[in-house]
T-cell receptor
Framework: GQQLNQSPQSMFIQEGEDVSMNCTSS?????WLWYKQDPGEGPVLLIA?????ELTSNGRLTAQFGITRKDSFLNISASIPSDVGIYFC????????????FGAGTTVTVRA | DADVTQTPRNRITKTGKRIMLECSQT?????MYWYRQDPGLGLRLIYY???????NKGEISDGYSVSRQAQAKFSLSLESAIPNQTALYFC???????????FGPGTRLTVT
């Protein structure tokens, strides 16, 4: 699978701030997934998106499946210290036999 | 109890040694995957299996082999470990026809 372009690579955020990160690809995707990885743990699925234009929330997290089907966005509202971690996007192409392509991750650090 | 377990969680071995990493799941999923994670590179697919009789190479299979002993068990072997195989290794599962993958806690492997 292709490598997705995920940005920013890292961010320092103030507690209480809203933040955004995004992922882009050169191919059309059928599914976008967002994961969070805490230190010493495996990635945990946060949100799954299946339809272009879809907007889905999970608590303070909101993710969108881009209209072009080549991008996705994740927003975190009112950041708190436990939001620290690495956030990964992942996508599945129609032709890619149910294999996922992953972004390199966005490392989030919260300033208390 | 965790749905996807990996053993060992940490392993230090010497160059040239054979190593086996094991993965078990209680989710009842047909599909299992092995990934490698290196800093700044995200997750890269090593091997995947869609059922007990199905084994497929991923993007970085050289130097690795796998065995799907049962629906619930998928092991990864390094026949002759080398230092550049030092990394975090993750097992994941997904249901047949589903895109969402669920990850184990990971194995940190160091080859000296």
């Amino acid at each position: 699978g292709q490598q997705l372009n995920q940005s920013p690579q890292s961010m320092f955020i103030q507690e209480g701030e809203d933040v955004s990160m995004n992922c882009t690809s050169s191919s059309i995707f059928n599914t976008w997934l967002w994961y969070k990885q805490d230190p010493g743990e495996g990635p945990v699925l946060l949100i799954a998106l299946y339809k272009a234009g879809e907007l889905t929330s999970n608590g303070r997290l909101t993710a969108q499946f881009g209209i072009t089907r080549k991008d996705s966005f994740l927003n975190i509202s009112a950041s708190i210290p436990s939001d620290v971690g690495i956030y990964f996007c992942a996508g599945q192409e129609w032709s890619n036999d149910y294999k996922l392509s992953f972004g390199a991750g966005t490392t989030v650090t919260v300033r208390a | 109890d965790a749905d996807v377990t990996q053993t060992p969680r940490n392993r230090i071995t010497k160059t040239g040694k054979r190593i086996m990493l094991e993965c078990s799941q209680t989710k009842g999923h047909d599909r299992m995957y092995w990934y490698r994670q290196d800093p700044g590179l995200g997750l890269r697919l090593i091997y995947y299996s869609f059922d007990v009789k199905d084994i497929n190479k991923g993007e970085i299979s050289d130097g690795y082999s796998v065995s799907r002993q049962a629906q619930a068990k998928f092991s990864l072997s390094l026949e002759s470990a080398i230092p550049n195989q030092t990394a975090l290794y993750f097992c994941a599962t997904s249901p047949a026809g589903g895109d969402e993958q669920y990850f184990g806690p990971g194995t940190r492997l160091t080859v000296t």
